[in-house]
């Protein structure tokens, strides 16, 4: 089993629609959560953290968190074209080591 | 502050041949870290510095590789003989290390490496 898991994509929303992008991860001790974006050919940068059981917004994104079921969501409302590209989800347990899932590729259709 | 900064951009070599990496990290971060990234993957944690201590090395590499931060400033990745397998971006990252944030990766631009 991966310690990161997400689905690979591509998810493919309409401009102007709610892209939904979702981790699991394996490790229950895990502490922070990040969604860093990567567009093709460049590094990932953060998006958003999360540290506590709920929602967190900025923007147009939202985090959610479930320690329980050990999921991690992010929702993009009214996603646009530029919103293209893809998107992974990390984990932390605490320490040092940061592990990555293999990012799910989205599309935004003009 | 010119964030995380990384050198070569780019570099082709033969197999065999040793090749570095240089990484500065942003100057208040005192964490540094070297990811591997290969196409449609996420990236892969190699190792990590605190100040200039090496405190842990994926079992990703092998002996081949070898990285320093001498001084706790800038970061060096050493890949000796290199193999196809190899190629991949190097990408390096830093972290406050202190709240907020301390586990807050912000990454340089990477090092793609192409080995022939």
């Known amino acids: 089993q991966k310690e990161v898991e997400q689905n690979s994509g591509p998810l493919s929303v309409p401009e102007g629609a709610i892209a939904s992008l979702n981790c699991t991860y394996s490790?229950?001790?895990?502490?922070?959560f990040f969604w860093y974006r990567q567009y093709s050919g460049k590094s990932p940068e953060l998006i958003m953290s999360?540290?506590?059981?709920g929602d967190k917004e900025d923007g147009r994104f939202t985090a959610q968190l479930n320690k329980a079921s050990q999921y991690v969501s992010l929702l993009i409302r009214d996603s646009q074209p530029s919103d293209s590209a893809t998107y992974l989800c990390a984990v932390n347990t605490g320490g040092f080591k940061t592990i990555f899932g293999a990012g799910t590729r989205l599309f935004v259709k003009a | 502050d010119t964030g995380v900064s990384q050198n070569p951009r780019h570099k082709i070599t033969k197999r065999g041949q040793n090749v570095t990496f240089r990484c500065d990290p942003i100057s208040e971060h005192n964490r540094l870290y070297w990811y591997r990234q290969t196409l449609g993957q996420g990236p892969e944690f190699l190792t990590y510095f605190q100040n200039e201590a090496q405190l842990e090395k994926s079992r990703l590499l092998s002996d081949r590789f070898s990285a320093e931060r001498p001084k706790g400033s800038f970061s060096t990745l050493e890949i000796q003989r290199t193999e196809q397998g190899d190629s991949a971006m190097y990408l390096c990252?830093?972290?406050?290390?202190?709240?907020?944030?301390?586990?807050?990766?912000?990454f340089g631009a990477g090092s793609r490496l192409t080995v022939l």
């Open positions: 490790d229950r001790v895990s502490q922070s």
């Open positions: 999360i540290y506590s059981n």
């Open positions: 990252a830093s972290s406050p290390g202190t709240a907020p944030g301390a586990n807050v990766l912000t």
